[in-house]
T-cell receptor, first 110, second 114 residues
Framework: EDQVTQSPEALRLQEGESSSLNCSYTVSGLRGLFWYRQDPGKGPEFLFTLYSAGEEKEKERLKATLTKKESFLHITAPKPEDSATYLCAVLEGSQGNLIFGKGTKLSVKP | DAGVIQSPRHEVTEMGQEVTLRCKPISGHNSLFWYRQTMMRGLELLIYFNNNVPIDDSGMPEDRFSAKMPNASFSTLKIQPSEPRDSAVYFC????????????FGPGTRLLVL
């Protein structure tokens, strides 16, 4: 069965303390991997799409990378406003469904 | 660009009542998705429309759930009768052409069934 697993479930960082979030997946025929940010009480907000192993995308303090089995979301020198739940989703080949992980809740303390 | 619009934002109802959730996708987007989010199961796809036609409804949990898209700018998700286990946040999302395109989410409807 296709599966998307995110780790850790929760991450607490001090402002300026860089770290990485992980998204591992087992799907048949990856067609794309998406990262979303979700703030409390709001819908997921699109961040990145990655399509092939080795691809990297950057936006401000965030950088997403992709391998054949996992993706990382690197957060460099985070600020309190980066606090949110980060969702990873995989677009798999057979049904074309977007399969979401449970997310990583990031808290950045000043 | 107004983004995806959903209404109501919050709904509290009693078990057995009919609930109708509404969605207006981004103008020009041809694909529309309904999702349900709970703490236990995360985000789950309920149904996917392309050009107003339901393509994949395999995620619809039961016959109590139904969805329609009468035109390109409006969709509804109906639950009849509602049950407490339907309590969740329901999101609508739209994408440009196909389901493979990036999906943009609305703010969600928080449903509580008592």
């Amino acid at each position: 069965e296709d599966q998307v697993t995110q780790s850790p479930e929760a991450l607490r960082l001090q402002e300026g303390e860089s770290s990485s979030l992980n998204c591992s997946y087992t799907v048949s025929g990856l067609r794309g991997l998406f990262w979303y940010r979700q703030d409390p009480g709001k819908g997921p907000e699109f961040l990145f799409t990655l399509y092939s192993a080795g691809e990297e995308k950057e936006k401000e303090r965030l950088k997403a990378t992709l391998t054949k089995k996992e993706s990382f979301l690197h957060i460099t020198a985070p600020k309190p406003e980066d606090s949110a739940t980060y969702l990873c989703a995989v677009l798999e080949g057979s049904q074309g469904n977007l399969i979401f992980g449970k997310g990583t809740k990031l808290s950045v303390k000043p | 660009d107004a983004g995806v619009i959903q209404s109501p934002r919050h709904e509290v109802t009693e078990m057995g009542q009919e609930v109708t959730l509404r969605c207006k996708p981004i103008s020009g987007h041809n694909s529309l998705f309904w999702y349900r989010q709970t703490m236990m199961r995360g985000l789950e796809l309920l149904i996917y429309f392309n050009n107003n036609v339901p393509i994949d409804d395999s995620g619809m949990p039961e016959d109590r759930f139904s969805a329609k898209m009468p035109n390109a700018s409006f969709s509804t998700l109906k639950i009849q009768p509602s049950e407490p286990r339907d309590s969740a946040v329901y999101f609508c999302a739209s994408s440009l052409e196909r389901r493979q395109e990036t999906q943009y989410f609305g703010p969600g409807t928080r449903l509580l069934v008592l």
